[in-house]
């Protein structure tokens, strides 16, 4: 797909396989690359690719301290990302923007700057029990900063949140809400938008984890009305080592900054400082320079596709994987049925251990995930150590399901039981 021509959403993904170059290779004696595992990391584009090498090779200073043509370069490149991520978000201002490491940096920035600030013993801090590790942890070290409390909202069943006993959770002592968008395990959609609703009428602040959603579906933030959102580059076709804080105006200009250093200052003196202005208060230190450039030509790249052709095509393949999957004997699906889950689908076998049957995949040229995924608290709930995870995006084919569920087959065939009963010794 060349930068002016719009992928039709009809074709995907072969209007834009052959803007991802690693995906263009062989593996294990020649067997054709099969990639299942972009909720991880996704690839990048050449139209990335390219703004990364533009940008070191033509425009890099550092950003907003030289008045020399390279500098000035890089900050107008740096800012037009920025302008770019905000119009990604459907947010209303640009500074409502902050560039960070990427999601984890995004939420321990929320708990660190905003959490010190406003939570404190008799709060209550409701989270859910699909979270991963990045929105479990820093509210618990918060927890413990402050005496605040932990709660979670109940899962159903087929790992969807019990909204029916949500009352029992939130309530006027809840502070903040935090909850992913989308399951990183589980797949499952979550309701952002009442969560947000039932969540502020209790007086709570909401932060939504969008690693699993930004990529693949439309965000709005105004539309949603959450507080605080956080995303990752390197999961929307960007580079590694960047991410977004997204934070309503308000909130931010009412939080300290956490992190100390240059840039983040309108004065220092020798005993004091004053902090500068949103969202520069929050970019203490050289910022991700390229990596925010590269990670606007990321939105750039996404938008010309289309979000919502990406998301119709990642529903074609779950429900292509659900049904496929089943043909697999012994395997047990984790999460909702199709119709409320993104395009990723958890399973164990009764045999081998994921990280086995991941291995055996790998020979056959097909990538997953095994693991608990940083769901740790999740695969306790559900009874098992680990899972095997596959994940789609646009540039995946439906022939490379049908790759790993014959794949699956085999390994289930190799570790079937005998059905021979040992002589016992006399």
């Known amino acids: 797909m060349s930068e002016t021509t719009l992928a039709s959403p009809h074709l995907l993904p072969e209007s834009v396989r052959e803007d991802f170059p690693i995906l263009d290779q062989r593996v294990h004696d020649g067997r054709p690359l099969v990639f299942l595992d972009s909720a991880a990391s996704s690839h990048r584009p050449r139209q990335v690719i390219d703004a990364i090498v533009q940008c070191y090779s033509h425009d890099y200073a550092n950003v907003h301290r030289g008045i020399h043509t390279l500098s000035e370069r890089a900050t107008d490149a740096y800012e037009l990302a920025r302008e770019k991520v905000r119009g990604f978000l459907g947010a209303e201002h640009a500074e409502e923007v902050v560039f960070t490491g990427g999601t984890t940096a995004a939420i321990n920035a929320v708990a660190r700057a905003w959490g010190d600030a406003n939570v404190g013993p008799d709060d209550e801090i409701l989270l859910t029990p699909m979270e991963h590790h990045s929105n479990l942890v820093p509210w618990f070290q918060l927890a413990e900063r402050t005496g605040a409390s932990i709660k979670h909202i109940p899962l159903t069943e087929d790992g969807r949140l019990d909204l029916d006993r949500l009352d029992e959770v939130l309530t006027d002592r809840t502070k903040l809400c935090a909850f992913a968008s989308v399951s990183n395990t589980l797949g499952t959609i979550n309701p952002v938008k009442e969560l947000t609703r039932r969540a502020h009428e209790s007086g709570a602040v909401v932060l939504v984890d969008a690693a699993q959603s930004a990529p693949h ?205 040992r002589r016992r010794k006399q």
């Open 217 to 421: 579906m439309v965000t709005d933030v105004r539309q949603l009305g959450v507080d605080f959102l956080a995303l990752s580059g390197h999961k929307m076709c960007g580079p590694s080592g960047v991410g977004v804080l997204y934070g309503r105006r308000e909130l931010l200009a009412q939080t300290p900054p956490f992190m100390g250093g240059g840039s983040m200052i309108n004065r220092v003196y020798l005993d004091r400082f004053t902090p500068a202005d949103i969202p520069t208060r929050f970019e203490a230190g050289t910022p991700p320079i390229a990596g925010a450039i590269a990670l606007g030509a990321a939105v750039d790249y996404l938008q010309s596709v289309g979000l919502d052709a990406i998301h119709r095509h990642e529903e074609a393949l779950i429900d292509h994987a659900w049904e496929r999957l089943q043909e697999v004997p012994g395997i047990r699906l984790l999460g909702p049925g199709p119709t409320q889950r993104a395009g990723l689908v958890s399973f164990v076998l009764e045999r081998p251990h994921p990280h086995d049957i991941a291995q055996l995949l790998d020979f056959d040229g097909v990538a997953v995930r095994a693991g608990h995924h940083c769901t740790q608290p999740l695969h306790d709930l559900l009874g098992i150590t680990a899972s095997t995870r596959a994940s789609f995006y646009l540039y995946n084919r439906p022939e490379e399901i049908d790759v790993l569920v014959e794949s699956l087959k085999k390994i289930g065939d190799r570790f079937k039981p005998s059905g021979r009963k």
